[in-house]
């Protein structure tokens, strides 16, 4: 069946610091990605996406790369700061369109 | 431009009851998804809606239900309430096929 996961369920860094948190899917027919933040009680927040036609993928200070070889998706925050401390879940969204399948999240820590 | 807006926000119930939880799309987005979120399970995919018709189903009970309005607006309803059934009931919407999706800020349910 398809199914999203995380590799690790907590990541702490330091303020200032680089931070990758990884995914890895199983579904080789997915065509798009989507990494979300979560901050305590709040919804998940959009942070940036990509398609399965593109190996990267650059926004504001963060980073979504893609490898479709070994079904494997990341998520690289550049100069993480204490306002990136929250739960990153990636998502793959079915091949229908229509529904998004997530991971079970990665909870980033920043300390300054 | 204003986001996926849901109300209420909190609640609280008791076994047996049913509740209706409310869902405003972005402005021009004609899918409305929605999702329950729970610490053991994470966040999975309970349906879709399209021009008001329902286009997909996750693997909930007959007891969770949802409809769509001809704005757009959806509603989802939950039938003789379990206490397994308290969550955070995420709201969504998109465009439609294939496009970003983006989350509101979800009420959370409390079945007591």
């Known amino acids: 069946g398809e199914s999203v996961g995380l590799h690790l369920p907590t990541l702490s860094v330091q303020e200032g610091d680089n931070s990758i948190i990884n995914c890895a899917y199983s579904n080789s027919a997915s065509d798009y990605f989507i990494w979300y933040k979560q901050e305590s009680g709040k919804g998940p927040q959009f942070i940036i996406d990509i398609r399965s036609n593109m190996d990267k993928r650059q926004g504001q200070r963060v980073t979504v790369l893609l490898n479709k070889t070994v079904k494997h998706l990341s998520l690289q925050i550049a100069a993480t700061q204490p306002g990136d401390s929250a739960v990153y879940f990636c998502a793959e969204m079915n091949q229908a369109g229509t529904a998004l399948i997530f991971g079970k999240g990665t909870t980033l820590s920043v300390s300054s | 431009k204003a986001g996926v807006t849901q109300t209420p926000r909190y609640l609280i119930k008791t076994r047996g009851q049913q509740v209706t939880l409310s869902c405003s799309p972005i402005?021009?987005?004609?899918?409305v998804s929605w999702y329950q979120q729970t610490p053991g399970q994470g966040l999975q995919f309970l349906f879709e809606y399209f021009s008001e018709t329902q286009r997909n189903k996750g693997n909930f009970p007959g007891r969770f239900s949802g409809r769509q309005f001809s704005n757009s607006r959806s509603e989802m309803n939950v039938s003789t309430l379990e206490l397994g059934d308290s969550a955070l009931y995420l709201c969504?919407?998109?465009?439609?096929?294939?496009?970003?999706?983006?989350f509101g800020e979800g009420s959370w349910l409390t079945v007591v």
């Open positions: 969504a919407s998109s465009l439609g096929v294939g496009n970003t999706i983006y």
């Open positions: 402005s021009g987005h004609r899918s």
